[in-house]
DNA sequence: AAAAGATAATTGACACTTCAAGTATCCAGA
DNA sequence: TCTGGATACTTGAAGTGTCAATTATCTTTT
């Protein structure tokens, strides 16, 4: 902070609103990069260790981990909400998933626009194996980190969240 | 934490390894998926912002911003390092803002596999344009947090980040 | 019930990314 | 000097992602 600069007592000088402005652009600029570098960091560590003990790839384990948890399966929208990512991205990765039998598209009766997506009994056993891994890998990241840490990073980044989802939406 | 679950006076009894363990795993995993999910929400907002008021997207601002900083231009080498990407990539990139007249590939009169790569006059123009709007979207959405709250998750995602590179590289 | 409008999914064009293979150039040693 | 190995960059294939346009199917309105 501007403070320590004047830790001698001379009286509150404004040690100036453009001071101040100009290190928090500083400070944010630099904060994002660090945010951006860690999860990147991350995202490539999972990755590359799905590639090398699974041959699979981030997306394709992130539409399954969707599937799991839904054994009526979801249509292809509500992966696409799920995912994050946009409808044609999903038919992709579905129709890599299907030509490998981990994953099958059942026609609703109901509504015959819809697909449902279900994992496949080949796919729920690999993405059980997938799973344990992945888990493992994630707290070896994180576990050095400490309980208390832990909870301050995560109130943190969900403040962070709020603010970022207001200027977004709002 | 599992001490909740016991605030009445029972003699601390081994709320146990095993439940610690579990909860551990869920608090890692849902502190990854914030993390994802913040980064990936910035991300997205700074994408739309550089597409819709500049037309030109994430990497192209990234590679011209690690040119600013280097006047006498970066080999291609280079340029994969600080942005993190494979060689081939780079290639895309550059050809398609030297294609827009943004940057120039020189070739390094000492060693003639090399590459140069700068900004033009209309590169640099352009970018400090870019650059002056990118730090007011940081400072907007990181802007909210508070200089004390911003420092705390600085300090914190430096320890993540030391960590993580620790398990990748040692 | 026919037309109009909304919704579900796919397609195709383009950008970015990785990886492996290829080309050109440099450097070091016989 | 020339040969072998390293280095710099490009290329091509395959996966991931977006967007806009298309097709198929529902739903609503008249």
Same mark, same amino acid.
């Given at each position: 902070?501007? !403070? &320590?600069?004047?830790?001698?007592? +001379? ?5 100036? #609103?453009?001071? /101040? ?12 990069? @660090? ?5 990147? $960091? +991350?995202? +490539?560590?999972? /990755? =590359?260790?799905? $590639? ?12 399954? #981990? =969707? ?13 696409? =909400? @799920?995912? %994050? ?15 490998? *039998? ?7 009766? #109901?509504? /015959? ?9 080949? *796919? *729920?056993? =690999?993405?059980? @194996?997938? #799973?344990?891994?992945? &888990? ?10 400490? %309980?208390? $840490? !832990? ?14 989802? $207001?200027?977004?939406?709002?």
């Amino acid at each position: 902070m501007a !403070k &320590e600069k004047t830790a001698l007592k +001379i009286a509150d000088t404004p040690v100036d #609103a453009e001071t /101040r402005v100009h290190d928090d652009h500083h400070q944010s600029l630099r904060l994002w990069l @660090r945010l951006l570098t860690c999860t990147n $960091q +991350i995202e +490539i560590a999972i /990755r =590359q260790n799905l $590639q090398s003990r699974f041959g699979t790839t981030l997306p394709r384990f992130d539409l399954m #981990a =969707q599937l799991e948890r839904a054994p009526e399966g979801l249509k292809m929208s509500e992966l696409s =909400q @799920r995912m %994050m990512v946009t409808g044609g991205n999903v038919t992709g990765v579905t129709d890599g998933l299907e030509k490998d *039998g981990l994953v099958v598209r059942e026609v609703d009766s #109901a509504d /015959r626009r819809v697909f449902r997506v279900k994992l496949t009994a080949e *796919g *729920g056993r =690999q993405f059980q @194996r997938m #799973a344990a891994e992945h &888990e493992r890998w994630i707290i070896d990241l994180f576990g050095p980190l400490g %309980m208390k $840490q !832990k909870r301050q990073l995560g109130e943190l980044l969900g403040e962070l969240k709020t603010h970022v989802n $207001q200027r977004r939406n709002g």
